[in-house]
Structure formats: C-alpha cells, structure tokens
C-alpha cells in the first residue's frame, strides 16, 4: 500500500474537527442552561410596573394644583410630596402608590382625594462587559436586549453573540441575546466573552 499525504492530511484533519467539536459540545453542556422564552414568546400580560430609585413621575391630585408635581422617587425608595411630606414608593405599583396618597391626603388634608400617578421617565439600565461602550442608558419602554447591546455600540471582537446575563432585583440569570428577552428599568446587562 503506497502512502498518500493528502489522504493522510485529510484523515487527521476529520479527527482534529471531531475533538474540537467534541471539546465545544462538552463546553457547551457544562454552561448554565439559558432560561427559555415563555410559551407565548414573552407576548403574556406583565405584571404591573413596580416603581424604583431613579424613577421620575408626575403626581396628579385633580382640583388642587399645588399638590401635584413631577418627583423623583429617590435612593431610599421615598417620594417627597407637598403637605403629605415623604410616602414610600418603592416596590410599589403605580396604583398601589396611588392609594398610599390618598391614605395620607385623607388624614386631615381632603375628603376625597382623586389621584393619578405617570411614569416620566423609567430609571436607568445598565450594561457592562464585551460591548464597545458600557455605561448606564435611558430606558425606553418595550427595550430588548439587542436595544441595548446597540445603544452601547455594539460587540466588542470577544462578545459572546448568543446569550447575556441580566441582573434583576439582585439576581443574575442567562438570558438568549435576542428580541424577544425584554428588559425592565434597572437592569444590568452583562455581556459574556465567547469561547472561541
């Protein structure tokens, strides 16, 4: 039997493809699985918007000018209102906030108050690693992560184009870097770098 090089050449080039391929499935396998997509592809009702640091709002109290206002809701989760002083608004939803202010307008102040509470402006998300410019980003409603990934400039060379973690209410997940993972005000979004 004569010995061919370009047959030997191919014959190790399909073992080094196989242990290579072998070598990123196993990698792959090890990975903390990416959360999937609801059912629904993320179209399901939200829940309802819970209000955070950083958020600007505008407080409406129909019929008395002087009360109303835009506000910050600031580090301490606290609004600071005219007359009524600081109510909690943290964690709360828009018309759980709202129902705070009435409570606290009833005490003396009004008979019965009627209120309206808007978001102006949702707090800042965040994201960080393999992005061309990390940083802090205005929030827009409805964002997506490839919102953001093209707000801060795009992937660096290292960027891991698959998937992100996202940081929500203290706890980090894998998410797809995609359309459909959809962000809420206050995220970090952390860029991974890629295998190979």
Do not use: W
């Amino acid at each position: 039997m004569r010995f061919d090089p370009k047959a030997e050449m191919a014959r190790r080039l399909r073992r080094v493809t196989l242990v290579v391929a072998s070598g990123i499935g196993l990698l792959i396998a090890c990975e903390t699985p990416i959360s999937p997509l609801p059912a629904d592809g993320g179209l399901a009702a939200k829940p309802a918007y819970r209000l955070g640091d950083g958020d600007q709002i505008r407080v409406i109290v129909f019929s008395e000018p002087e009360l109303s206002g835009e506000f910050e809701v600031d580090d301490t989760g606290v609004v600071s209102l005219p007359l009524i002083g600081q109510v909690g608004a943290g964690g709360k939803t828009l018309r759980e906030f709202e129902e705070s202010i009435k409570k606290e307008l009833r005490r003396g102040y009004l008979k019965d108050p009627r209120v309206s509470v808007q978001v102006l402006n949702y707090r800042p998300f965040y994201i960080i690693g393999q992005v061309n410019q990390p940083g802090e980003y205005p929030y827009v409603n409805g964002m997506n992560v490839l919102n953001a990934i093209a707000l801060a400039g795009g992937y660096t060379p290292r960027g891991n184009t698959f998937k992100v973690r996202i940081t929500r209410d203290g706890q980090e997940s894998t998410h797809p870097a995609s359309a459909g993972t959809i962000l809420e005000p206050g995220d970090v979004i952390r860029v991974p770098e890629r295998f190979f």
